[in-house]
């Protein structure tokens, strides 16, 4: 429901009550984080790999951090559905058994190496300052 209960006429584009409830102060920013703990929870449940319960994570991560950012954050909840993809994930990798795929991995191995180079880019910086500034 939160990410793809109504459909806009003559189009395949979907969108659910994220992005409504999005628009009221506060509440939107704590609805699809609460709904994506459970789905989390779920999936530590039935054990599905860690691979996958990270991905899932950095999809509700990316969801509530880009989401909180006023009006962009709106926009950009009618495109990262991170609920439906968290669920998705969730019922491919329920089958005992199941494996984590090479796209799993892709992604989390993407967002951690992104993520290093923006905690990395205030450190080069401090250092070019410090090695091109000169005190008088």
Known sequence: MLDSVFRVPGTRWRFGL???VGLVPGLGDLATPLFSI???LQAVRL???RVVQVRMLLNAAIDFGLGALPVIGDLFDFAWKSNAMNLALLERHAMPGSRPTQGDWIFVLLIV???AVLALIPLV???WLLSNVRLI
Do not use: A, F, S
């Open 18 to 20: 994220d992005p409504i």
């Open 113 to 115: 190496t992104v993520l």
């Open 125 to 127: 910086l401090w250092v």
């Open 47 to 49: 054990r599905i790999p």
């Open 38 to 40: 459970l789905l989390l």
